[in-house]
C-alpha cells in the first residue's frame, strides 16, 4: 500500500511515547542519559558524523522532543541542580488547561489566584510550588508589607504585576543585584520566566523566577516600552548572549545535512567557488558556535566575518599555549 503523502510521523510519535514511559517510570527524576536512550537521530543523517556530532544531535533532539510534550500540556521540569546532568521529573497536571487557555489567559488566571491567596490553584497552574518561607496571603497582606525577600508564588506575582504597569524589578539573581526591564512572564521546562532586558542592555534574557530573591519593583513606567521578545529554544546557540551577527560558512555539499544538524537549518544558501555550498546563519551565541565549528572541524570554514575567525584562530592559539 502506498505511503500517504506528507512526513512520516510514526518516529516522532514513538520517540515521545518512549520518553512519558521512562519519565512515568521513574517519577523521582530521571536521568538525562536514559531519556537520551529513548531519541536516537535517523542513521543517514548522521552517516560520517563523529561520536561527538552524534551525541549534540541527540541532546538536541531530547530538548525539542521535551518542548513538545510541554506544549501538549505535560509538565516536565529538570530538577538537577545547577551544573549537574540533566534529571527530569514529569508532574501531574490538568491538559485541559493547556488546551483551553493560551499562554496569556494562563498568566492572568496565575496572577489573579495569586492575588486571592489560592496558592494551590497557583501550583496546580504551573508554578514550582517553591514559597521559600514567605507568607502568600491575599493581595492586601502584599501590598501592605516590603516586597525585599519575596520569592516563589509572592515573587511571580510582583513579575506579573511588574509586566503589565511597566515597572522595572529589581531583583537578586545567582548571587548578583539585578535591574530588569521586563518583557513578558511565560512558563517553561524550570518554570517561570521572566523575560527582559537588563538596565544599559539590549540583550533579551531569561530569568527563572523561582530563583529570584529580593524582588522590589520601581514605579509604574519606570520601564520602557518595547516589542515582546519571541520564545527561544532550549538550545544555547539561540540564546541572545551577544549582538545579532551574520555569519557565512563553506562546506563540500556531503556534509550539509551534517552541519544543519548541529546548527540549525540555514537562514541562508548559495553556491561559491568550486562547487562549495555557502550557508549564512544569524548567530547570537559566538561562544556556542565556536565549539559546534571546532566539533564540525574540516568540514566547514569560517568565509566571514573576519571578527568570528579572529575570535577562532585566538581561541586555538590559547589551548595550544595551555597545553604547552
Sequence with gaps: MPRAAGRDQTGPMERL??????????????????????????????????PEAHDEARRKMLSRDLEHL???GYDVR?????????????????????????AQQRGELLRAALAAGLDDMARHLGDDGATGGVETGG???????????????????????????????????????????????????????????ETGSSVVKEFVVSR????????????PAYDEPSRKSLDPLSW??????????????????LVENLLGAAAAVAEGEDGELLLGYRVTNRRV??????????????????VVRDEILAELRSFVAGAS
Aim: proline letters at 8%; hydrophobic letters at 40%; charged letters at 25%.
Design 240 to 257: 541572545e548572549v551577544d549582538p545579532p551577527l551574520d555569519v557565512v560558512l563553506g562546506l563540500a555539499a556531503e556534509h550539509r545535512v
Design 289 to 306: 558556535l565556536r565549539k559546534r565549528v571546532y566539533e564540525l572541524g574540516s568540514r566547514v570554514r569560517v568565509v566571514s566575518p573576519a
Design 212 to 223: 529570584m530573591s529580593d524582588v522590589e519593583l520601581d514605579p509604574p513606567g519606570s520601564a
Design 139 to 197: 493581595a492586601d497582606d502584599r501590598e501592605n508589607r516590603p516586597d525585599a525577600g519575596t520569592t516563589g508564588p509572592a515573587a511571580l506575582d510582583l513579575v506579573q504585576r511588574a509586566t503589565a504597569r511597566r515597572c522595572r524589578v529589581r531583583f537578586s539573581y545567582k548571587g548578583e543585584a539585578r535591574a530588569v526591564d521586563p518583557a513578558r512572564v511565560h512558563s517553561g521546562p524550570s518554570g517561570w520566566y521572566l523575560s527582559g532586558r
Design 78 to 102: 529538570n530538577v538537577a541542580e545547577v551544573g549537574a546532568e540533566g534529571r527530569y521529573v514529569m508532574r501531574a497536571r490538568d491538559n485541559r488547561l493547556q488546551v483551553s487557555l493560551t
Design 17 to 50: 511515547v518512549r520518553l512519558i514511559g521512562a519519565l512515568t517510570a521513574h517519577p523521582g527524576g530521571a536521568p538525562a542519559e536514559l531519556l537520551l536512550t529513548a531519541v536516537d537521530p535517523p542513521s543517514e543523517a548522521l552517516r560520517g558524523a563523529s
Design 70 to 72: 510541554n506544549a501538549l
